[in-house]
């Protein structure tokens, strides 16, 4: 079941270590029942290396909140230029993705075989996930013992804005892989820059942030546009626009998209 995603960015871990009893006792009370998670942070799997499990570490200093300006080296790609390959833009964004974790990519055709995309009506966000953790596998579960990436419904903004926080500058990933965690989402064309008013489902990989105004007007995420002329696009490889614009395309795909709930991939 995908988890419902509203939620606030993670809060500070206690360091007080006689508060581990009854943490220890309380989180006993969680079973099979347990609530969906409600945040990014509780979402994560648990393990995580440097961790003890489920239990805070209180022996390891909380960290510190993750800075508002962040980027993640990424490299550009193009679709084919021909209308068989229209609806490729999950495809284009995983290929976008994929391009911090290893050199060289996987080609189009082999992602768009991972994923299972329908050229005639593209791909779920479900599909995506199960793709870029597919094709992640041999960099990351060797390292992490799972997989990075997890898909989610995210009905509110400060969900998505925790989660492109939160990975674009993930320690973890850093210390481990020395890069930072892209962001995907999902999202309608037709009040996105370079595609005219045509209005599409559409996939594109978050690979920058400027969050230091706390402002929707005024903070700007970057993201890469990877479909050709044919599919719609006109324009450079790289845009940068608000978060406001950003959460107006996002809503309107929660909107003319409800059969995909999957519109975060973190």
Do not use: K
Request: aromatic content about 6%.
């Amino acid at each position: 079941m995908i988890p419902e995603l509203s939620g606030s960015p993670r809060r500070r871990r206690s360091r007080v270590a006689a508060a581990a009893p009854l943490l220890t006792s309380l989180l006993a009370l969680c079973g099979c029942g347990a609530p969906a998670a409600t945040t990014v942070d509780a979402a994560r799997p648990a393990g995580l290396p440097g961790t003890s499990g489920l239990l805070p570490d209180l022996a390891t200093a909380p960290a510190l909140p993750p800075p508002a300006i962040a980027e993640v080296e990424v490299r550009p790609f193009h679709e084919p230029g021909d209308y068989a390959h229209r609806n490729y833009c999950g495809a284009g964004a995983t290929e976008v993705l994929l391009s911090a974790w290893e050199a060289p990519t996987p080609d189009v055709e082999t992602v768009a075989r991972t994923t299972g995309l329908d050229p005639r009506s593209g791909e779920t966000g479900a599909q995506a996930v199960a793709a870029v953790n597919s094709l992640l596998a041999p960099v990351v579960r060797p390292v992490l013992g799972h997989d990075r990436y997890q898909g989610a419904h995210a009905t509110g903004l400060d969900t998505v804005l925790a989660a492109i926080r939160a990975d674009l500058s993930d320690p973890v990933a850093i210390g481990l892989f020395g890069h930072g965690v892209p962001v995907m989402l999902q999202t309608m064309t037709r009040s996105m820059p370079g595609w005219n008013g045509w209005n599409a489902t559409h996939m594109i990989t978050v690979f920058a942030a400027d969050l230091r105004h706390g402002d929707p007007a005024l903070d700007t995420v970057t993201y890469m546009e990877t479909p050709s002329a044919i599919a719609g696009y006109s324009g450079p490889d790289s845009r940068t626009i608000t978060v406001a614009a950003l959460w107006v395309a996002m809503r309107q795909f929660l909107t003319d998209s409800p059969r995909d709930p999957v519109n975060l991939i973190f």
